[in-house]
């Protein structure tokens, strides 16, 4: 039986849901690569195999993008996030740093888009305020329309939850809790029921091929493995936008290669809008757009195609 069959016998016997929707279209990529090959039953190392199975690998249907793809915004020409005259100001003592200073940036559904800049530069700051885990001391910063620094935290957070997975450099990842656990955090948040998160969890880590590590703790992975939970997580919810900030920062090239391909075709697939935030090159190859960033001002803006090789 293929992986959209199962998913189809659960929907017949569960009632259809945007999250079992979402899993069959999934699972469909999953079944054509399979064709392939398929190693995540074994292993579970950071062998050839294990990082070969890469559900979103399938070269057939490489850069086919989801015509079932969720449109968040009403029109392609209305941003999904727009920032305006944003400013960043700290308080040091006596003296105020302004970690950004005048941020004008609109990013629309579907882009792959890089932020690049030296350390320092500003770059999480600038993360933090797309993900709307932080407000702008100046400007404004609008998701899906509205005004994040209007919203009570609560609701903040609510949209947060639904419209964004985040993929951290040093993976947060809760400590106690297993593979699973992590994986399936954000639903409980959401308070899905258990039952339905766990099978959302089981699937998501198989996507990820670590359906032989749901029971190991965080300590008990190694990096490569705890990225792809944290990628795993971040697909939980299903949401629109993927936030990522440093997502290969900790990893060797194979693995940081892997993690980058399953982004990119995720984006591709999916059509999920892709936020990177990093200085790291080699990610820009990936990009439909790359944004500029120094001393907290955005130097420039490139259009890009992708794969397109490095100017
Ligand atoms: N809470 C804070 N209080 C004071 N200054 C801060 C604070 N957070 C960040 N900064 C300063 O703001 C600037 C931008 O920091 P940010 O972390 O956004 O840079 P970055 O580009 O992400 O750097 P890196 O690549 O090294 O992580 C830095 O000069 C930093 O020292």
């Given at each position: 039986?293929?992986l959209?069959?199962?998913?189809?016998?659960?929907k017949?016997?569960?009632?259809?849901?945007?999250?079992?929707?979402?899993?069959?279209?999934?699972?469909s990529?999953?079944?054509?690569?399979?064709?392939?090959?398929?190693?995540?039953?074994s292993?579970?190392?950071?062998s050839?195999?294990?990082?070969?199975?890469?559900?979103?690998?399938?070269?057939?249907?490489?850069?086919?993008?989801?015509?079932?793809a969720?449109?968040?915004?009403?029109?392609?020409?209305?941003?999904?996030?727009?920032?305006?005259?944003?400013?960043?100001?700290?308080?040091?003592?006596?003296v105020?740093?302004?970690?950004?200073k005048?941020?004008?940036?609109?990013?629309?559904?579907?882009?792959?888009?890089?932020?690049?800049?030296?350390?320092?530069?500003?770059?999480?700051?600038?993360?933090?305020l797309?993900?709307?885990?932080?407000?702008?001391s100046?400007?404004?910063?609008?998701?899906?329309?509205r005004?994040?620094?209007?919203?009570?935290?609560?609701?903040?957070?609510?949209?947060?939850?639904?419209?964004?997975?985040?993929i951290?450099?040093?993976?947060?990842?809760?400590p106690?809790?297993?593979?699973?656990?992590?994986?399936?955090?954000?639903?409980?948040?959401?308070?899905?029921?258990?039952?339905?998160?766990?099978?959302?969890?089981?699937?998501?880590?198989?996507?990820?091929?670590?359906?032989?590590k749901?029971?190991?703790?965080?300590?008990?992975?190694?990096?490569?493995?705890?990225?792809?939970?944290?990628?795993?997580?971040?697909?939980?919810?299903?949401?629109?936008?993927?936030?990522?900030?440093?997502?290969?920062?900790?990893?060797?090239?194979?693995?940081?290669?892997?993690?980058?391909?399953?982004?990119?075709?995720?984006?591709?697939?999916?059509?999920?809008?892709?936020?990177?935030?990093?200085?790291?090159?080699?990610?820009?190859?990936?990009?439909?757009?790359?944004?500029?960033i120094?001393?907290?001002?955005?130097?420039?803006?490139?259009?890009?195609?992708?794969?397109?090789?490095?100017?």
């Open positions: 039986m293929t959209t069959e199962i998913i189809k016998t659960f017949t016997k569960l009632n259809p849901s945007k999250i079992m929707d979402s899993l069959e279209r999934t699972a990529f999953y079944d054509e690569s399979e064709n392939g090959s398929k190693g995540s039953e292993g579970g190392s950071e050839e195999v294990d990082l070969k199975n890469n559900p979103y690998s399938s070269s057939a249907s490489g850069s086919v993008k989801s015509s079932e969720t449109r968040i915004t009403l029109n392609e020409k209305e941003p999904l996030i727009k920032l305006t005259d944003v400013w960043k100001l700290y308080q040091m003592g006596e105020e740093f302004a970690a950004l005048g941020i004008d940036l609109e990013i629309y559904e579907g882009e792959f888009l890089v932020v690049l800049g030296p350390s320092g530069s500003g770059k999480s700051t600038l993360m933090n797309l993900g709307c885990l932080d407000i702008p100046k400007g404004t910063v609008l998701l899906n329309s005004d994040i620094s209007e919203l009570a935290e609560s609701e903040l957070a609510r949209i947060r939850g639904q419209m964004i997975g985040f951290f450099q040093s993976f947060n990842l809760i106690t809790l297993n593979t699973m656990g992590n994986v399936i955090l954000p639903l409980e948040f959401q308070e899905e029921e258990p039952e339905k998160a766990r099978k959302r969890g089981e699937y998501l880590l198989e996507i990820v091929g670590l359906s032989d749901t029971f190991n703790l965080p300590s008990q992975l190694s990096g490569g493995q705890r990225q792809r939970v944290a990628i795993a997580r971040s697909l939980a919810v299903n949401p629109p936008i993927i936030l990522a900030d440093e997502p290969t920062g900790n990893l060797d090239t194979k693995t940081g290669d892997y993690i980058l391909d399953f982004l990119s075709k995720l984006h591709e697939k999916e059509g999920k809008t892709i936020i990177i935030v990093t200085h790291d090159l080699d990610i820009v190859k990936h990009a439909t757009r790359v944004v500029y120094r001393d907290g001002e955005i130097e420039k803006i490139e259009e890009r195609k992708k794969n397109e090789s490095e100017k």
